[in-house]
């Protein structure tokens, strides 16, 4: 699927390095955590970071996002140890990636090529395939450099040129043609799409989501007594998949979506329009958490944010923390430890302002089937009150 034109950061043998450029404003502990998100990324993607630069500036520099001083750090790390590519936690401006590649002589990744590549690892559909190539290319276009001129042989360098157009032109149009193709593709797949979910319509449809990797496939799994693939890592789910579902005679189809992260690159979240529109039309969402996750409540952030932005922030939800189980061990060993108390317990989390605004909020484990029974029962009661509504005369 013409993975071959983008960098390709799955080699496992492939090491990186991670640098990050925060604000004055954010904390120490907050750009460590974000920066433990970009390895877990790295590590999905089949690469192995091995160092981590940090740099505080007001505003990344114009050039070369980093300092010059920083910047020859890094360079002096990547000769020494042979680094593969250096891996950066925010989008880099094309004249940036030209600048520091010239520097550093290595692969140059921004958070959003990470992202894309691991998308198009994790596609298994023809839709999804079409979806994540469309993103690749609109996140080429405008890096286009001599590097690419071989995209012309794609289509056969005779006649492709006009007086006077260079190499580089040439490749433009031979993506924005790529482009053009896929969008075609895509709207046939959106078209097909439509149909399905107008013969779904009479069953009440009910939508998991969540900031990646909370768990969302397993409980999928677990609901509705299907194999959805299911691991710890990174975006494991991107293809949208749907399943019927029966609790107590009430019957509704429960779909796993892609999960959000923080910046979220918005070519993708366009490409993935359709697979989104699983959230958009759907009568209920489960928001699923990681209670486990330090800054679980970020990550609730990050969702409704993201729900806002594709127009869905008006849906019925239901709030589901997972892994209490996960959190529990967490709990303990910083009670062994004596120290300093960070997690509270999961009786006074129960009682703060999230379970009393968003009433009821379920606290599970969906590894090892703690309170199943309890959201089997509110999502029962939820669906059969959507349905009823819908359809008074079933009651």
């Keep these: 699927m013409g993975k ?97 590649e010239r520097e550093l002589q290595v692969k140059i990744v921004d958070r959003s090529l990470l992202i894309l590549d691991i998308f198009a690892l994790r596609a298994k559909t023809a839709q999804a395939h079409a979806q994540v190539e469309m993103a690749q290319y609109q996140y080429l276009l405008p890096r286009l450099t ?39 593709r895509l709207d046939k797949f959106e078209k097909q799409n439509f149909e399905q979910r107008k013969s779904r319509a009479s069953i009440t449809r009910v939508a998991l989501v969540g900031y990646t990797n909370v768990g969302k496939s397993t409980l999928m799994n677990l609901l509705s007594k299907s194999d959805v693939f299911a691991e710890n890592k990174l975006f494991a789910t991107v293809d949208a998949t749907v399943r019927k579902v029966v609790l107590d005679n009430v019957p509704f189809l429960l779909s796993d979506t892609v999960g959000f992260i923080r910046k979220l690159p918005t070519k993708l979240i366009e490409a993935f329009k359709s697979t989104l529109d ?54 303990e060993q910083e009670l062994q430890e004596e120290g300093e108390i960070v997690r509270p317990s999961l009786d006074d989390l129960k009682e703060t302002y999230m379970a009393k605004v968003h009433a009821p909020a379920l606290f599970i484990s969906a590894t090892n089937k703690i309170n199943i029974d309890q959201l089997r029962e509110e999502l029962q009661r939820r669906v059969a009150e959507i349905h009823f509504q819908r359809y008074p005369h079933n009651v």
């Design 146 to 184: 001599n590097l690419w001129t071989h995209l012309s042989k794609q289509k056969g360098g005779i006649g492709m040129k006009g007086p006077g157009e260079t190499e580089i032109e040439t490749d433009r149009r031979i993506v924005r043609d790529k482009i053009s193709l896929l969008r075609e």
């Design 4 to 100: 071959k034109q983008f960098y390709e950061t799955a080699k496992p043998q492939e090491t990186a390095v991670l640098v990050a450029v925060p604000s004055y404003r954010q904390s120490d502990e907050q750009t460590d955590e974000y920066l433990d998100e970009l390895a877990f990324l790295t590590e999905t993607a089949g690469a192995k970071a091995i160092k981590r630069f940090v740099q505080k500036l007001d505003k990344p520099d114009t050039r070369t996002f980093v300092g010059s001083g920083k910047l020859e750090e890094i360079k002096a790390f990547v000769k020494e140890h042979e680094v593969d590519m250096v891996i950066f936690d925010d989008d880099l401006s094309p004249s940036q990636v030209r600048n520091i």
């Design 278 to 331: 699983e959230i958009r039309e759907a009568d209920l969402l489960v928001h699923v958490v990681d209670i486990s996750h330090a800054s679980f409540e970020d990550h609730i952030a990050v969702v409704n944010n993201t729900l806002k932005d594709i127009h869905a922030a008006d849906k019925p939800v239901l709030l589901v923390f997972n892994k209490i189980d996960k959190y529990l061990e967490q709990r």
